[in-house]
């Protein structure tokens, strides 16, 4: 079934049209230029991205071969999903904004806020430690009555050499056990409960020509670099999205099969993405209007420094 969808995904790419002129703040739609562009200033703003050219075979003539996908690696996922699931107190608050358009959500709003006054100390510790405090006694008057320690004289101490194979050595618990001894091996690959387990991703960006945006891949390992399946994948997505905009496809410039963030809706978040930045971005150009006049003179920067750009 995946083969069969991949292949409907490649001819339908293969007879999309390629996208000319930008429709960025139009639509959130670029074209390959305009990816070019946005990945050029990703990887000198973030030098652990790279470009990379794939696969001879399944090179796009639309993009340079130097410049076919990008890629950054060894990015870390500390806990499974499972491990963040939400709970009772871990409800959910939609904050509305004063125009009543846009909204956003306010996360973990069932939580009580805690103050450091708050934090109870443990239990029986304050009343242990001036418990001791309170035992020791400084007698000094008492010390000069003690016994004397009977120190020996150097010279009745014996040589080692003197005593020869007579010694016998005891087991100190202190040194390292042998591995020999132990039954165990010395390299032991299993996990320990004082080392953090950590999985990693290689994350990809490639270039949509059907959608006309850029798609994301990912590809993980386990702990001891080994590739992660299919369904340890998926424990590493909400099961919102798993198996439904979060699937198992074909990189389009490699051959090997990776999860995939479907692109359909990518412009239109994009779009408000836009749409907002713009909406700042020409607040701080209408105050800076104001700071420099409408002199003829005037040094105000150019009003289409207010756009977002596709490489910002």
């Given amino acids: 079934m995946n083969s069969v969808q991949s292949l409907f995904f490649g001819i339908r790419e293969y007879l999309s049209p390629v996208l000319k002129n930008s429709k960025f703040k139009e639509t959130g739609c670029i074209t390959p230029e305009e990816f070019i562009a946005a990945g050029d200033f990703l990887v000198y703003k973030c030098p652990t991205w790279k470009w990379e050219s794939g ?100 010279n009745d101490i014996p040589d080692m050499d003197d005593i020869g194979d007579g010694v016998a050595e005891e087991d100190d618990p202190a040194t390292l056990a042998d591995a020999s001894n132990t039954g165990t091996s010395a390299h ?39 590739p992660l399946t299919s369904i340890q994948t998926f424990e590493d997505i ?21 999860a995939s963030i479907h692109p359909c809706r990518h412009a239109q978040v994009m779009k408000k993405i836009i749409e907002k930045m713009n909406e700042e971005s020409i607040k701080k150009f209408e105050l800076l209007q104001q700071q420099f006049g409408n002199a003829a003179d005037s040094n105000a920067p150019p009003a289409e420094q207010a756009q977002v750009r596709v490489d910002q």
């Fill in 55 to 154: 696969e001879v075979s399944k090179r796009r003539d639309y993009l340079p071969i130097e410049k076919q996908f990008l890629i950054t690696k060894n990015v870390p996922c500390l806990r499974r999903v499972k491990q963040m699931e939400y709970t009772d107190e871990d409800a959910e608050t939609q904050i509305e904004t004063e125009n009543g358009e846009d909204a956003w959500v306010a996360t973990h709003s069932g939580r009580a806020t805690t103050n450091i006054e708050e934090i109870a100390q443990i239990e029986g510790e304050e009343d242990e430690i001036s418990k001791t405090i309170s035992n020791i006694v400084l007698d000094d008057a008492n010390a000069n009555d003690k016994e004397e320690v009977d120190v020996p004289d150097i």
């Fill in 238 to 258: 909400s099961q919102d999205y798993a198996k439904k905009t979060v699937t198992i496809e074909t990189h389009p410039h490699l051959n090997m099969s990776l």
């Fill in 188 to 226: 032991d690959d299993g996990p320990s409960d004082k080392i953090l387990q950590v999985r990693t991703y290689d994350v990809f960006i490639t270039y949509d020509k059907y959608y006309q945006t850029p798609r994301m891949w990912l590809f993980g390992y386990d702990e001891h670099r080994r």
